[in-house]
DNA sequence: AGAGCCTATGTTATCGATGCCATATGTAAC
DNA sequence: GTTACATATGGCATCGATAACATAGGCTCT
């Protein structure tokens, strides 16, 4: 029965490795982890040992020898609309990957959180080494708090746990730059379609709009808030064509400037000529649709990135990184009648 | 020494677990699993235990003894721009958390050799128990063919090595939809800006624009090549504003497609009074734009889904899953002399 | 009542790499 | 010519869970 010609195709293992190359595993080990004291004689031929039998290490092994899973979790939101988001998640895994680490990402469906319990038990038994998140915790609990008080976290939304270490970032600015850009060209007033009151960028941006208005000694209106879907932009456009006098509009995302733009059209209203808009995000298809949009664009790669720095302590806390700049394009003008 | 208040915090293990339940650690590990005979009495003071502790397993042991990693690799480009890819990565994401599997994803920044060997070996090197490509591989070295054979593999599109197994997506569906949609209002001519060239996704769709203007006896123009960004299609949009007869183009992609209108409107004609467009996807904007786009939809959340499925078994090969359906919006009319 | 079989639980070996300590050279120092 | 110290390598315990086997009652069936 034994000596059946069967041989299940295991693995190679550190074992066989030293087998082949005469040496102890112990050997092969150090050699695979560039250890300083190996004669280069001997490193040759495990090497070749290792090419010969195609080696490949066991991660579970060597995370649970080592302790260190070199791995870093990554909570997003499903659904891939939000143009700010998916650029986080290239920059985390960009910067993840550099430094070795591998990225687990834990995606969530919505904002709710009994998802987003789920998605960090989820990561914490994965043993991911440190936590980025990148949604909005709509509401912190217990639960949460253990986790993040056990795993270093960075959030980048600013809303934060006890122990979770907040990426500053300031959305402010991307509002005031938008709504400086309608005053320059000569609106009185700026209306503005916010993103959802949950998340921490779209209140700073509304604030960024506020204090704007509020140094030029203007009364901002009562914002119109949005889901930053296109759809939201055009529910609330449609609302924005019905009042008489807008001239300009700050919309927080592309997405629902293109929503807005499309009800003021609908309701007979001419972009630029007689009402402008600007947005953040700059996404692609900004600069390509009609009209070209005029919006801020922020570097939310480099945000990820920083949130993975911070946490392998190369960073540190409360930097602001993310920087704004306008694109001007074809959807402001100066108004009408000045 | 040894009596000091000092106990550095170790994660409890299922051996402490064990202990303060006052039973052995594999009747823990029994309880945990739900295996099926266990005194529902045990397994309350487990649990309890469990509670107590703020136990949670050490998932690196666990794929260690168990040699299974309960994970999924997938290989995505990172450039967000594609948008049938990131509904892929939900599709993957849902179906693999569904069936109690992670999934890992690897990144590649663009469509390159080195890179993509570089990322089957990481995900290699992790366990993963199958692997997602849903990038084309545009040349199938050794390596890649080592990997794929150890590791179960799907490739989603069309391209493959010798034991990777291939999930049906039949793309030409899309072009013949979206060719069919002009013929049918009357055009008589249908020009294509294509995909890059190494994705079967373009070529396929590519095909069913061919195919379709064949058995309309009509002889196809040569295609443009575009990399699916709207720039690229902005640049083809100016070839064919140069032009004079085109009425009706087939865009292979949304982004495309508004390059396209961009570049036509510039060059003096009208959408869709002077050139109808039809693209594929349906991105979110695309009914939100000027025009709103007629385009083809497909179900590639689906085909994600099927590809997890396939890999778990419970799914055969070569099925074909992606259904397309028209969206017809405003990007397309009759031509004006018919 | 003893064979046979479930149920509930414990014991022990094992997965593959690494940490720590031991050992065997070589070689510089006094 | 010891002491001393760096270099190169091996041995063994260990990480935490699981698989495989072992055992001890309790029950059914003839």
Not at 152 to 165: H, K, Q, Y
Not at 306 to 311: D, K, N, Q, R
Request: aromatic letters at 4%; a neutral charge.
């Amino acid at each position: 029965m034994t000596g059946a010609t069967e041989r299940p195709a295991r693995q190679p293992s550190m074992t066989d490795v030293a087998r082949t190359a005469g040496v102890s595993a112990q050997t092969v080990s150090r050699t695979l982890r560039d250890s300083p004291n190996v004669n280069p004689e001997t490193k040759k031929r495990v090497l070749a040992a290792v090419e010969q039998l195609g080696y490949r290490f066991n991660n579970a092994a060597r995370v649970l020898s080592s302790g260190r899973s070199h791995t870093i979790g990554l909570v997003v939101l499903q659904s891939g609309g939000y143009y700010s988001r998916s650029a986080v998640t290239a920059g985390v895994e960009a910067a993840a990957g550099e430094a070795g680490y591998a990225v687990s990402i834990a995606t969530i469906a919505r904002l709710d959180t009994g998802l987003m319990e789920r998605s960090l038990s989820k990561l914490a038994d994965q043993g991911v080494e440190g936590i980025v998140i990148a949604v909005p915790l709509i509401s912190v609990t217990q639960k949460m708090e253990d986790i993040t008080r056990d795993i270093p976290t960075v959030t980048l939304d600013g809303s934060r746990t006890a122990s979770a270490r907040v990426l500053g970032i300031d959305q402010k600015e991307a509002g005031r730059i938008a709504t400086r850009h309608l005053l320059d060209l000569g609106h009185r007033q700026v209306w503005h379609v916010s993103g959802p009151d949950e998340w921490i960028e779209a209140r700073q941006r509304r604030q960024g709009w506020q204090e704007c208005l509020a140094a030029a000694g203007i009364q901002a209106p009562p914002p119109l808030e949005g889901d930053w879907s296109p759809d939201s932009g055009y529910r609330q456009g449609q609302v924005l064509a019905m009042i008489p006098d807008v001239t300009a509009v700050f919309a927080a995302s592309d997405e629902m400037a293109f929503g807005v733009i499309r009800a003021l059209r609908e309701g007979g209203r001419s972009v630029p000529a007689d009402v402008s808009i600007v947005s953040v995000d700059d996404i692609e298809l900004a600069a390509y649709c009609a009209p070209p949009l005029t919006t801020v664009r922020q570097d939310f790669y480099r945000s990820g990135a920083a949130a993975v720095a911070l946490l392998l302590r190369q960073a540190d806390a409360g930097e602001t990184l993310v920087t704004a700049s306008l694109s001007v394009r074809a959807s402001t003008a100066p108004p009408r009648s000045p």
